[in-house]
């Protein structure tokens, strides 16, 4: 998403991308950020709350009109109720350790298959 | 005042995290994200209540119910009515955390509903009759020289003075 923001920037269109994967847009580098530290899927708001989307693309339009260089990120000031999520989203431990090793060879012998025909 | 002391960064970094699991899972080369060290840059060219804003998603059209459909479904880029905001959208496919939340509400990842709010009110000049989709794609390439282009097309077709795009 953010290497499409950069060809409409370069071509002339202002643009804000909004997300919760900062380390990718920002690594990219777009105009304007709008980031809320959420687990990934809601860049607009918690599912539910009207209130909540209205102020966070409303801040994505306040940077429209007040960023005035590139790599402009504002951080919403939300939090999410628990901070669980973090430890937990793509986890590697000695738990799972085998199984994702198991996915992975599983995966690619399907690969493998399908491309044989 | 702080509230805590901590010796780590809190925000998740996905490029660590994806890596990491995908080494996990046996693949050996990383996935290498973009870096550019220069940013294009363009500023509203009028005041932004006589603007029009679109929208950019990486959400899919609802995927169809019949099953044969449902199986030749692949994603494609697209352009769809604004008015009325779609009830659902295909996002499965996507790298987002299932497990911590969902999708079932489209404004939560695709403010329609909200953006309609801000023309009404003044806020924006008007939303676009449109909002645009585009598939997550592994490669960069595609990304640049087809899906780019387009959603540059289309937003100039539509008269968009300024877009919004949300990654999930």
């Known amino acids: 998403m953010s290497l499409v923001a950069r060809h409409l920037e370069a071509n002339g269109l202002p643009t804000v991308v909004m997300g919760c994967a900062r380390d990718i847009v920002e690594e990219c580098g777009v105009a304007r950020f709008v980031f809320t530290d959420f687990p990934l899927g809601n860049p607009a708001g918690k599912p539910g709350d009207a209130g909540m989307q209205q102020a966070i693309l409303g801040t994505a339009l306040d940077l429209l009109e007040r960023a005035w260089m590139p790599r402009t990120t504002v951080q919403t000031p939300y939090q999410w109720p628990d901070d669980a999520w973090r430890e937990d989203f793509m986890r590697v431990d000695e738990s799972n350790r085998e199984e994702l090793a198991r996915q992975g060879k599983?995966?690619?012998?399907?690969?493998?298959r399908l491309k044989k025909g | 005042m702080m509230d805590q002391l901590r010796p780590y960064r809190s925000f998740v970094s996905y490029i660590d995290r994806s890596r990491n699991y995908y080494a996990a899972q046996g693949y050996e080369r990383p996935y290498a994200w973009p870096h550019y060290d220069e940013v294009p840059f363009t500023p509203l060219a009028k005041p932004l209540f006589q603007c029009r804003v679109g929208l950019v998603t990486t959400a899919g059209l609802p995927k169809p119910v019949d099953p044969m459909a449902a199986m030749l479904y692949r994603r494609e880029m697209y352009a769809q009515p604004a008015w009325p905001p779609p009830e659902s959208l295909?996002?499965?496919d996507l790298f987002w955390d299932k497990k911590a939340t969902h999708t079932r509400d489209v404004d939560s990842f695709l403010p329609l509903t909200r953006l309609?709010?801000?023309?009404?009110?003044g806020r924006i000049g008007s939303a676009s009759p449109r909002f645009y989709g585009v598939p997550t794609d592994y490669s960069q390439g595609r990304?640049?020289?087809?899906?780019?282009?387009q959603i540059l097309d289309w937003c100039r077709e539509d008269g968009v003075d300024a877009a919004i795009l949300l990654a999930l």
Do not use: V
């Open chain 1, 106 to 112: 599983e995966r690619r012998d399907l690969q493998a």
């Open chain 2, 116 to 121: 309609a709010g801000f023309a009404a009110s």
């Open chain 2, 143 to 149: 990304t640049i020289e087809r899906y780019s282009p």
């Open chain 2, 90 to 92: 295909y996002t499965d």
